[in-house]
């Protein structure tokens, strides 16, 4: 059981990780950051609509996203392999894919 909490918290960390970034491309754009109940869901809404990343990323963040909920709102007794499976099978493959939506954002605020 240690070794699930301690992958659900490397996932929970991943994609807090990608908020933070998400947040920080958007705060030197001058967009204002949402609020609210739902502002983890309008946060990648509006980084869809702002260009930063693909709705094929806003799709495979989805996932992340309700595991951050579940992590954040239930116990270590709760955490499954068979739920971490997917997330940790794909997760190579979901950065790769926020990493190449956020780089092309990045070249076009540095030019």
């Known amino acids: 059981m240690l070794e699930l909490a301690g992958v659900a918290t490397l996932l929970h960390n991943f994609y ?3 908020e933070n970034i998400l947040k920080l491309i958007l705060k030197e754009l001058k ?16 980084s869809v609509e702002k260009g930063i990343i693909t709705e094929t990323t806003l799709q495979e963040l989805g996932e992340y996203l309700a595991f951050r909920h579940f992590f ?11 739920k971490l499976e997917p997330l940790v099978a794909n997760i190579y493959e979901v950065y ?6 956020i780089t092309e954002i990045l070249e076009k605020i540095a030019q």
Do not use: R
């Open 31 to 46: 967009i204002s950051l949402p609020e609210g109940s739902s502002l983890h869901k309008d946060l990648l809404k509006l």
């Open 96 to 101: 790769f894919h926020f990493k190449k939506d």
């Open 72 to 82: 954040n709102h239930s116990y270590a007794l709760d955490i499954y392999a068979d």
């Open 16 to 18: 807090n990780g990608i």
